[in-house]
T-cell receptor, first 110, second 116 residues
Framework: DAKTTQPNSMESNEEEPVHLPCNHSTISGTDYIHWYRQLPSQGPEYVIHGLTSNVNNRMASLAIAEDRKSSTLILHRATLRDAAVYYCIRSPYNTDKLIFGTGTRLQVFP | GAVVSQHPSRVICKSGTSVKIECRSLDFQATTMFWYRQFPKQSLMLMATSNEGSKATYEQGVEKDKFLINHASLTLSTLTVTSAHPEDSSFYIC????????????FGEGSRLTVL
């Protein structure tokens, strides 16, 4: 049970921002929120993770709702190379074991 | 460059044979590694946790005698699919946590197994 809910697919145009939502309404206080993405025929790639505060890195931003029941991955300017399946995963703080849900397939159009 | 490497990337075998897939952590040690399988157009399914120096921990429904896991060293875990059958054809992926304790997992490139 992945315990997160994401839309099956989303579309974006190149160079536009993309907001990928994730619901995790049953999250516990010590669960982290992780985002990974997977390009076709490749292993997943780490994107970002957070606990309570919003997080930024070179790839993306993670906005976490105040009640932590949802989060949004923000790609500030989508490129064609960002087309992938994006997985939102909640995981207890004391484990590296990740249970993947179905993810969101992002299509980026030129 | 890749920090977790899998070999082979593709393998085709006959039904009934065994296939070994290697997962190596490059430039870091991994006492724990994870094995996943992924069928076409589906998500990753966790198969087992590979533990250096002890037995692997298998997820519910995964046959441990079918999928043999050996964590031979701090940089190598192997998955052997024994007596492979066409239904075992899948994309097998391993992962290892970064030693930097940043919460990030490194994933291998994946190994595509086709059983004829």
């Amino acid at each position: 049970d992945a315990k997160t809910t994401q839309p099956n697919s989303m579309e974006s145009n190149e160079e536009e921002p993309v907001h990928l939502p994730c619901n995790h309404s049953t999250i516990s206080g010590t669960d982290y929120i992780h985002w990974y993405r997977q390009l076709p025929s490749q292993g997943p790639e780490y994107v970002i993770h957070g606990l309570t505060s919003n997080v930024n890195n070179r790839m993306a931003s993670l906005a976490i709702a105040e009640d932590r029941k949802s989060s949004t991955l923000i790609l500030h300017r989508a490129t064609l190379r960002d087309a992938a399946v994006y997985y939102c995963i909640r995981s207890p703080y004391n484990t590296d074991k990740l249970i993947f849900g179905t993810g969101t397939r992002l299509q980026v159009f030129p | 460059g890749a920090v977790v490497s899998q070999h082979p990337s593709r393998v085709i075998c006959k039904s009934g044979t065994s296939v070994k897939i290697e997962c190596r952590s490059l430039d870091f040690q991994a006492t724990t590694m994870f094995w996943y399988r992924q069928f076409p157009k589906q998500s990753l399914m966790l198969m087992a946790t590979s533990n250096e120096g002890s037995k692997a921990t298998y997820e519910q429904g995964v046959e441990k005698d079918k999928f043999l896991i050996n964590h031979a060293s701090l940089t190598l875990s192997t998955l052997t699919v024994t007596s492979a059958h066409p239904e075992d054809s899948s994309f097998y992926i391993c992962s290892a946590p970064t030693p930097l304790n940043t919460g990030e997992l490194f994933f291998g490139e994946g190994s595509r197994l086709t059983v004829l």
